[in-house]
């Protein structure tokens, strides 16, 4: 077998049996898909209907299309009422298999339409790839066993490509030198002045102390983060995956610690995504709910 079929075994564990867990718990994991894509469908789509008026940096489909159409008429709000729609039928099973397609090109508009302004979030990427693996499962896989296992899969590969991608962009654009504890001192500053315009205060927590009184310590800790991004790859390793995910985890609460930026659908992700929960499940039902598999 050769090194790449060993991971797409690791991935999505062609030879495993399905249990009433594993479908159980996928279909939690689509409904927190589910209420984030609404989530932030609304978000943007109210933003962009009461704040926007100009497109100021285009973003993907921007560059090829005039987004700035969804800036009137409440059509951002349309779209957004669109994609609730559309996500509810595609959750239920109800209909087409490219209900999910249309999901993510309507969520990519909404996106683009929302970040016009200049600045550009990642926060919510980890969402939006999930609802592309689910649109291209619905397609391509729609068995009740084969999309389960090629949705969760990809989703471990493109997370854990992501972060060690993430590595490597730091090493390209700053060089070996990122993680000097100066550039720390730099972001801390700067998050200072967002933390003051929102509350009218700043007061350095016990870590942010630690990182600006000393550099070592500020080097130290995006030293740990740095090397955490580089392992991200080994997720893809199903006894490695809960230990990687861990230690992700931990690195996102550093960041929130350090530099107040908080990743909060990432973190509750990376655990449900992390961590074998279908084997928990499984020790207390044995079979799979009637109308979960008429949602399955």
């Given at each position: 077998?050769?090194?790449?079929?060993?991971i797409g075994h690791q991935l999505f564990e062609p030879d495993?049996?399905?249990?009433?867990?594993?479908?159980?718990?996928?279909?939690?994991?689509?409904?927190?898909?589910?209420?984030?894509?609404?989530?932030?469908?609304?978000?943007?789509?109210?933003?962009?209907?009461?704040?926007?008026?100009?497109?100021?940096?285009?973003?993907?489909?921007?560059?090829?299309?005039?987004?700035?159409?969804?800036?009137?008429?409440?059509?951002?709000?349309?779209?957004?009422?669109?994609?609730?729609?559309?996500?509810?039928?595609?959750?239920?099973?109800?209909?087409?298999?490219?209900?999910?397609?249309?999901?993510?090109?309507?969520?990519?508009?909404?996106?683009?339409?929302?970040?016009?302004?200049?600045?550009?979030?990642?926060?919510?990427?980890?969402?939006?790839?999930?609802?592309?693996?689910?649109?291209?499962?619905?397609?391509?896989?729609?068995?009740?066993?084969?999309?389960?296992?090629?949705?969760?899969?990809?989703?471990?590969?493109?997370?854990?490509?992501?972060?060690?991608?993430?590595?490597?962009?730091?090493?390209?654009?700053?060089?070996?030198?990122?993680?000097?504890?100066?550039?720390?001192?730099?972001?801390?500053?700067?998050?200072?002045?967002?933390?003051?315009?929102?509350?009218?205060?700043?007061?350095?927590?016990?870590?942010?102390?630690?990182?600006?009184?000393?550099?070592?310590?500020?080097?130290?800790?995006?030293?740990?983060?740095?090397?955490?991004?580089?392992?991200?790859?080994?997720?893809?390793?199903?006894?490695?995956?809960?230990?990687?995910?861990?230690?992700?985890?931990?690195?996102?609460?550093?960041?929130?610690?350090?530099?107040?930026?908080?990743?909060?659908?990432?973190?509750?992700?990376?655990?449900?995504?992390?961590?074998?929960?279908?084997?928990?499940?499984?020790?207390?039902?044995?079979?799979?709910?009637?109308?979960?598999?008429?949602?399955?």
């Amino acid at each position: 077998m050769k090194w790449y079929e060993k991971i797409g075994h690791q991935l999505f564990e062609p030879d495993r049996d399905q249990t009433a867990g594993e479908i159980i718990f996928f279909k939690f994991f689509e409904l927190f898909i589910l209420i984030y894509t609404i989530k932030y469908a609304w978000e943007w789509g109210i933003y962009t209907q009461l704040r926007n008026s100009e497109v100021v940096l285009p973003l993907g489909i921007a560059n090829y299309i005039d987004i700035s159409i969804l800036f009137d008429w409440n059509l951002a709000l349309i779209n957004a009422a669109i994609i609730t729609l559309l996500s509810v039928i595609a959750f239920a099973r109800m209909g087409a298999k490219w209900f999910y397609m249309a999901v993510i090109i309507l969520l990519h508009l909404q996106y683009v339409a929302r970040f016009s302004q200049g600045e550009i979030p990642h926060s919510m990427n980890l969402i939006g790839m999930s609802v592309l693996c689910f649109a291209i499962g619905a397609i391509w896989f729609p068995g009740k066993e084969k999309m389960p296992r090629f949705v969760i899969g990809s989703i471990v590969f493109f997370i854990g490509l992501g972060y060690t991608s993430a590595f490597f962009a730091k090493l390209i654009g700053t060089g070996i030198n990122w993680f000097d504890g100066r550039h720390l001192w730099l972001w801390i500053s700067e998050k200072s002045i967002d933390v003051y315009s929102t509350i009218g205060y700043y007061e350095p927590n016990f870590l942010q102390e630690m990182a600006l009184n000393y550099l070592p310590v500020a080097s130290a800790i995006l030293l740990v983060g740095w090397f955490t991004e580089l392992i991200g790859f080994t997720m893809w390793w199903k006894k490695l995956r809960p230990v990687t995910v861990t230690l992700l985890i931990g690195m996102h609460i550093g960041i929130t610690m350090t530099m107040n930026i908080r990743f909060d659908a990432f973190v509750m992700q990376l655990i449900l995504i992390g961590y074998p929960w279908y084997l928990l499940i499984d020790k207390y039902v044995k079979t799979t709910p009637k109308w979960i598999k008429k949602l399955a």
